[in-house]
């Protein structure tokens, strides 16, 4: 089992371009979510997903898409990146919960200049 | 909204002494309460969570407690040894529709050898 995997993990963006974070998982979990992490400030919920076809808004979504096409894979969108939007994210998945006991991936440094 | 505070922000023990980390939250309808540690370049990981109906729970050296009159928790990990040295972070939730989980800043704990 490789757990959740997340690709890339380095990235550095110019202010208005897009990209898309990757996230797959192989535990056959339903809830699956992204989180970004700047310092001082924990963790704060981008958005999530409760099952194949079902995404929701987290704390922070704005400026961020996401979609959930199968079980496995969660990708993150960003629309027109800015340098506010530079951040460690994490994509995580769970069997119990959206917000219980989380596996984490090992997340993707991304800088926006 | 929920609002969790940690603290401290950072905690230098010897190893073979006792740590303890503690965090309050804001609302009383927060019921499910975890504990992640994360490693330099790492995912978080949980390593305990606790629920409202429970006053504390241990699993080998680490122990968490909740007092839910005076809306705080904390996590007491004892015999700390070096490879317990990491940022830790709780979190607060309500179980309902929203998911939403609500990390404290984290703890960046050292274990002197």
């Known amino acids: 089992n490789a757990g959740v995997t997340q690709t890339p993990k380095f990235q550095v963006l110019k202010t208005g371009q897009s990209m898309t974070l990757q996230c797959a998982q192989d535990?056959?979990?339903?809830?699956m979510s992204w989180y970004r992490q700047d310092p001082g400030m924990g963790l704060r919920l981008i958005h999530y997903?409760?099952?194949?076809?079902?995404?929701d808004q987290g704390e922070v979504p704005n400026g961020y898409n996401v979609s959930r096409s199968t079980t496995e894979d969660f990708p993150l969108r960003l629309l027109s990146a800015a340098p506010s939007q530079t951040s460690v994210y994490f994509c995580?998945?769970?069997?119990?919960?959206?917000?219980?006991?989380?596996?984490f991936g090992s997340g993707t440094q991304l800088s926006v200049l | 909204g929920e609002n969790v505070e940690q603290h401290p922000s950072t905690l230098s023990v010897q190893e073979g002494d006792s740590a303890v980390i503690k965090c309050t939250y804001s609302d009383s309808a927060s019921n499910y309460f975890p504990w992640y540690k994360q490693e330099l370049g790492k995912g978080p990981q949980l390593i305990i969570d606790i629920r409202s109906n429970v006053g504390e729970k241990k699993d080998q050296r680490i122990a968490v407690t909740l007092n839910k009159t005076a809306k705080h928790f904390s996590l007491h990990i004892t015999e700390t040894q070096p490879e317990d040295s990491a940022v830790y972070f709780c979190?607060?939730?309500?179980?309902?529709?929203?998911?939403?989980?609500?990390f404290g800043s984290g703890t960046r704990l050292l274990v002197r050898p």
């Open positions: 995580a998945s769970s069997w119990t919960g959206a917000n219980e006991k989380l596996f």
């Open positions: 979190a607060a939730s309500i179980e309902d529709s929203s998911y939403k989980l609500i």
């Open positions: 997903s409760v099952g194949a076809g079902i995404t």
């Open positions: 535990m056959n979990h339903e809830y």
